[in-house]
């Protein structure tokens, strides 16, 4: 079965750090680039960050440019998210996304948590 499955998420104060998993079952990542994105409630879905399958290629949303990572270890079949200096309104459901379709459909995980405030 297809899956994507998110990890890493938890509760920081502002200007700490999380780093957030997204690890596939089913597929190999080294074939398929994949998305971060992040929604909250009254707020519209946003595009983070994106690493291409070779892990050569990488972008980011202007909102978390330089200091937000993108990594992956094809090893473990595994994406990473390293967010630092996080902000309140980093506040967000965090989601990975398979950017390419694969029969048919887009893949995405179930979504983690990531909460900041003092």
């Known amino acids: 079965q297809l899956q994507l499955e998110e990890s890493g998420g938890g509760l920081v104060q502002p200007g700490g750090s999380l780093r957030l998993s997204c690890t596939a079952s089913g597929f190999r990542l080294d074939k398929h680039a994949i998305g971060w994105f992040r929604q909250g409630p009254g707020k519209e879905r946003e595009g983070v960050s994106c690493?291409?399958?070779?892990?050569?290629?990488?972008q980011y949303a202007d909102s978390v440019r330089g200091r937000f990572a993108i990594s992956s270890d094809l090893a473990k079949n595994t994406v990473y998210l390293e967010m630092n200096n996080l902000r309140v309104d980093d506040t967000d459901i965090y989601y990975c996304?398979?950017?390419?379709?694969?029969?048919?459909?887009?893949?995405w995980g179930q979504g983690t948590q990531v909460s900041v405030s003092s």
């Open positions: 690493i291409s399958a070779s892990g050569g290629n990488t």
């Open positions: 996304k398979l950017m390419e379709l694969i029969n048919g459909r887009y893949y």
